[in-house]
T-cell receptor, first 110, second 118 residues
Framework: GENVEQHPSTLSVQEGDSAVIKCTYSDSASNYFPWYKQELGKGPQLIIDIRSNVGEKKDQRIAVTLNKTAKHFSLHITETQPEDSAVYFCAARERQNFVFGPGTRLSVLP | DAGITQSPRHKVTETGTPVTLRCHQTENHRYMYWYRQDPGHGLRLIHYSYGVKDTDKGEVSDGYSVSRSKTEDFLLTLESATSSQTSVYFC?????????????????FGQGTRLTVV
């Protein structure tokens, strides 16, 4: 089955700097890669996603890149703000199921 | 927000007692999932359903059972709760269409149920 790894597990950045979180997956059949943000006491919420036929997608300060050959995908947050502090999860959809990475705790320091 | 409601939101129970968690959706999505979230493990799939009375096991299904008698409801049962089942449980829904992948959606999550087994 699919296995998703995620790094780093914790990340601290200064407000205004960029943050990058990287994930790898194992199953070449996976075709959809969402990223979720989870705030304390809440369920994960989708922030951006990318399908396997696209190499890059951007939404304001957030971008995701996908390298299918290397089975890597990354989340990029620019101009970080304190409200970006949260736990971020990457995921890969293998057929009908979603397999999640272990998460990255991002802290944006004012 | 997607229409997903989990109940209860918090529960404390004793070892050996049965516990049922409920997930209710108003989106008419075909797929429903139960995940547990533990520090260092992210979200791990317990069971999922791809239709009424159609369910299958996930990565960590031992000690859990599920039922889906209606499209909108997916129940997770711990037959005899153990301390290792202390966790936060999330329900999620998704729309997947094998005939047209453009209809597929992301997973939408509920707010979670914090279960403590003492």
């Amino acid at each position: 089955g699919e296995n998703v790894e995620q790094h780093p597990s914790t990340l601290s950045v200064q407000e205004g700097d960029s943050a990058v979180i990287k994930c790898t997956y194992s199953d070449s059949a996976s075709n959809y890669f969402p990223w979720y943000k989870q705030e304390l006491g809440k369920g994960p919420q989708l922030i951006i996603d990318i399908r396997s036929n696209v190499g890059e997608k951007k939404d304001q300060r957030i971008a995701v890149t996908l390298n299918k050959t290397a089975k890597h995908f990354s989340l990029h947050i620019t101009e970080t703000q304190p409200e970006d502090s949260a736990v971020y999860f990457c995921a890969a959809r293998e057929r009908q199921n979603f397999v999640f990475g272990p998460g990255t705790r991002l802290s944006v320091l004012p | 927000d997607a229409g997903i409601t989990q109940s209860p939101r918090h529960k404390v129970t004793e070892t050996g007692t049965p516990v049922t968690l409920r997930c209710h959706q108003t989106e008419n999505h075909r797929y429903m999932y139960w995940y547990r979230q533990d520090p260092g493990h992210g979200l791990r799939l317990i069971h999922y359903s791809y239709g009424v009375k159609d369910t299958d096991k996930g990565e960590v299904s031992d000690g859990y059972s599920v039922s889906r008698s209606k499209t909108e409801d997916f129940l997770l049962t711990l037959e005899s709760a153990t301390s290792s089942q202390t966790s936060v449980y999330f329900c999620a829904i998704s729309q997947n269409d094998h005939r047209d992948s453009r209809m597929n959606t992301e997973a939408f999550f509920g707010q979670g149920t914090r279960l403590t087994v003492v």
